[in-house]
């Protein structure tokens, strides 16, 4: 998942990026909300966290801005004021959740954790589909009960086709979650990545869920759904030219 934070407290903030990004967060820090602004024009984002007391425009103002925009990304703020007229301002402009300074790291990855998973219709940690199971707050990935060793990288792309099963997924979406625009490799290293995460889904029999859409990209399908027929993609061959297992009956 990808956050993006607006604040100018660079202790606070360096600590929670860390502590983001060692749990495999793609996250981006500005310190302005012109800043802010022009990252949603180019990036699409699962939580936006902000100060209120931004140099160039209230945090209130931006919140609002970004809603008169239609950007429906959850907001929280993050501030060391904590009257409540003020959390009220916040909240009336757009915001999803107030948390005050200093705060404890443990509290603030709950709340980030519970917003991501409201923005996705989510009411608990794990998502399932079939016989695959993954659990956002541990990150462990499991298909038929067995656990599946991913790279950082693998568990990124596996999460964002979770969360949006069923859709098709370009590359270039693909990219814009793992690197956010920074140092991106070459766009067919998404292919190397699906390979290689299809593989280890192969060895526990579920290597027909994620699926080759021809000129697009790439979808996550309910092995049930597949079964009945209804909305199937046909599974296309590897990147690599190895043609997918044939399905059983």
């Known amino acids: 998942m990808r956050i993006l934070i607006a604040d100018t407290d660079s202790v606070a903030v360096n600590y929670l990026v860390k502590v983001l990004e060692k749990s495999s967060y793609a996250v981006d ?7 802010a602004l022009n990252m949603f024009k180019h990036y699409d984002y699962d939580l936006f966290i902000t100060e209120l007391n931004l ?3 209230p945090g ?19 501030s060391a004021r904590m009257d409540s007229s003020t959390k009220v301002a916040a909240f009336s402009a757009g915001a999803d959740d107030y948390v005050t300074k200093p705060f404890d790291i443990n ?9 991501t998973r409201r923005a996705y219709g989510i009411s608990e940690p794990r998502l399932r589909v079939g016989p695959l199971e993954l659990d956002l707050e541990s990150r462990m990935v499991s298909v038929n009960g067995h656990f599946l060793h991913l790279t950082s990288k693998e ?5 964002l086709l979770l ?24 766009m067919k290293i998404i292919d190397v990545f699906i390979c290689k995460l299809r593989r280890k889904l192969q060895r526990f029999g579920a290597e027909h869920m994620i699926t080759t859409v021809w000129g697009r990209g790439y979808i996550l399908q309910d092995p049930a759904a597949i079964s009945n027929g209804a ?3 046909a599974p296309q ?13």
């Open 29 to 35: 820090h500005v310190r302005t909300a012109d800043e």
């Open 55 to 57: 140099a160039d425009l």
């Open 60 to 78: 209130e103002e931006l919140i609002r801005q970004l809603r008169r925009s239609r950007i429906a990304t959850p907001v929280m703020v993050l």
């Open 107 to 115: 509290e603030a990855q709950a709340r980030i954790q519970a917003l």
């Open 155 to 159: 568990y990124s792309i596996l999460e």
């Open 163 to 186: 969360l949006r099963k069923g859709a098709v997924l370009t590359k270039d979406m693909f990219l814009n979650h793992l690197y956010g625009g920074i140092d991106e490799p070459e």
């Open 231 to 233: 909305n199937h993609v």
């Open 237 to 249: 061959p590897f990147s690599d030219g190895t043609p997918p297992m044939r399905q059983a009956g």
